[in-house]
C-alpha cells in the first residue's frame, strides 16, 4: 500500500518506479482525486466550525424565540451540508484506496530494469552440475520406486495433487524437520505454528488480496487458504506497534500451501513443481528500516546454506523488475539444478517488502531517534519448497539402478536410510 501524503511530495518517484515494472500509472487522475478530498475536507472543517459557532450563539439567546429559531434553521442548513461533503469525502477516499492498492512496491534503486526474467542477473552458482539424459523425471522415479502416486492423487482429488508414500513420505518429514532444526539452531530463528486458513484482512496486509484472488482458494464461510506461511507469519505484527528494541524478529513455519495455480495453464502438469497444495519452510523477518538490505543478504544466506547442507546444485538470481512480486522492492532467487530438465528451476524466492506491507497491516515500531512510531519493514523467503527439494534430490542422487541416495544430512532424521528403492524389494 502506498502513501498518498508520499506520492504528493514526490510523484516522479512512485511513477518511474512503476514504469520500471512496465506499469503506466495514470498519476494526474490520482492526484486529482487526491487534491478534491483535500478540498472536501477543508469545507467539511469550515462547515463544522461554522456549525459551532452558530449553535454557541443558539444557545446564548435561549431568551430570544426568534433568534433561537433563526440560528436553528441555519444550523439544520449545515448539517446537511456536513452530510453531504462526508458522504462526498468517503467516496473520494474509496476510490483513492482502490486506485492505491492495485499498485505494486517501487523497486529499489540496485534493481536490474527488464520486462521479464531475460533481463535477471545471475549472481553466483554452487556445487557441480548433473548432465546426463540418461536421468528420468523425479516423478518418473518417484513412481518407479513406488512411493509416489500422481494417479490415486487425481482420483480423489483431481490433477496437480500428489500422494507420497512409504520412503518418499518420510523424506519430505525429514526434509522439513531438517530445515526447521536448521534455521533456528543455526541461523537464529524462532519456530511458529501458524493456522493455515486466515481471515481476508490478512491476505490484503501481505499484498495477495485484491489483485491475485483468482489464484487463491477461498472457504463458503470467507476464510482464505494460504498460499504461504508469509501471510499469517507477517501479520503477527499486524496493528501492532513494536519496541524498537524488540528487532528484528524472526519466524520460521512449516506448512502446508495452496494455490490454484490459475496463471499458470499447461505448465508443470506432472511432478511436484506446480502442485495445488505443498510443503514449504517460510522464514519472514520483521525489521528497523535501516536493517532491511542487510536482512535481506541474511534471509539468502540462510536458505543458501539450506541446499548446501543437502549438497543440492543451485545459482542466486537478482530479479529484474519485471519479474519481481507485487509486494516486493527487492527479490533473489535460489534455483536448483534439475537435470532430466537440463536447467535451473526456482526453489526459493527472498524478498525485501520495506513498508509495503506494513502500510497494509498498520505495523509501527517506536523509533528511539525520531521519538515517533514508524513503519515497519518486512521480508519473506522460502527456506525452501520442500516439494521442489525432494524432486531435485530425486535427480541429482539417482543412481543407474533405479534407486536413489539419501542426502548425509537427512538420514539421522530418516532412522538412518540411506537408500531409496522400490518398496516391494526392501
Not at 492505491?100 to 557441480?128: A, C, F, T
Not at 536448483?336 to 517488502?353: A, G, H, K, L
Amino acid at each position: 500500500m502506498h502513501d498518498i501524503s508520499l506520492i504528493r511530495k514526490n510523484p516522479d518517484i512512485f511513477v518511474n518506479g512503476w514504469d520500471k515494472r512496465g506499469i503506466k500509472v495514470e498519476i494526474n487522475k490520482i492526484l486529482d482525486l487526491d487534491n478534491a478530498l483535500r478540498g472536501t475536507i477543508a469545507k467539511l472543517q469550515e462547515f463544522q466550525e461554522e456549525r459551532n459557532k452558530i449553535s454557541k450563539l443558539a444557545g446564548d439567546v435561549n431568551d430570544n424565540k426568534d433568534l433561537r429559531k433563526k440560528y436553528s434553521s441555519k444550523v439544520k442548513d449545515i448539517k446537511l451540508k456536513i452530510k453531504k461533503l462526508e458522504d462526498k469525502k468517503l467516496s473520494l477516499t474509496t476510490k483513492i484506496e482502490d486506485e492505491l492498492i492495485v499498485l505494486p512496491n517501487v523497486p529499489l534503486k540496485d534493481v536490474p530494469v527488464g520486462p521479464d526474467e531475460g533481463s535477471n542477473i545471475e549472481m553466483n552458482k554452487y556445487g557441480k552440475i548433473l548432465k546426463d539424459d540418461r536421468i528420468p523425471p523425479h516423478f518418473e522415479i518417484g513412481e518407479r520406486l513406488n512411493h509416489l502416486d500422481f494417479e490415486t492423487a487425481s482420483k480423489l482429488s483431481g490433477s496437480r495433487f500428489v500422494i507420497s508414500k512409504n520412503n518418499i513420505a518420510k523424506m519430505e518429514r525429514a526434509l522439513s524437520n531438517f530445515m526447521i532444526d536448521f534455521h533456528v539452531k543455526e541461523n537464529g530463528y524462532e519456530e511458529v505454528s501458524v493456522p493455515i486458513l486466515v481471515k481476508e484482512d490478512a491476505m490484503f496486509g501481505t499484498g495477495q488480496l485484491p489483485k491475485f484472488e483468482e489464484d487463491q482458494y477461498k472457504t463458503t464461510d470467507g476464510m482464505w487458504l494460504i498460499p504461504t506461511a508469509e501471510v499469517p507469519l507477517t501479520n503477527l505484527v499486524r496493528e501492532k506497534v513494536l519496541n524498537q528494541s524488540d528487532l528484528p524478529q524472526r519466524y520460521v513455519a512449516y506448512t502446508q500451501c495452496f494455490r490454484r495455480e490459475a496463471g499458470a495453464a499447461g505448465k508443470d502438469t506432472r511432478g511436484l513443481i506446480r502442485l495445488h497444495q505443498f510443503p514449504k519452510v517460510e522464514l519472514v523477518s520483521i525489521v528497523s528500516p535501516s536493517k532491511s538490505d542487510i536482512e535481506l543478504e541474511r534471509m539468502v544466506d540462510s536458505a543458501q546454506k539450506i541446499l548446501q547442507q543437502l549438497k543440492l546444485p543451485y545459482r542466486t538470481i537478482f530479479l529484474s523488475t519485471g519479474d519481481m512480486g507485487f509486494s516486493a522492492s527487492k527479490t533473489y532467487d535460489l534455483e536448483v539444478w534439475f537435470p532430466s530438465q537440463n536447467t535451473y528451476r526456482e526453489i526459493s524466492s527472498c524478498s525485501n517488502c520495506q513498508d509495503f506491507q506494513a502500510r497494509r497491516m498498520n505495523a509501527k515500531y517506536k523509533d528511539k531517534i525520531e521519538k515517533k512510531n514508524l513503519f515497519v519493514h518486512t521480508l519473506n523467503g522460502s527456506g525452501v519448497a520442500v516439494g521442489r527439494a525432494l524432486a531435485s534430490i530425486l535427480e541429482n542422487f539417482y543412481n543407474e539402478d533405479g534407486s536413489v541416495t539419501v542426502p548425509e544430512v537427512l538420514r539421522p532424521y530418516m532412522d538412518g536410510i540411506k537408500i531409496l528403492k522400490n518398496f516391494e524389494s526392501e
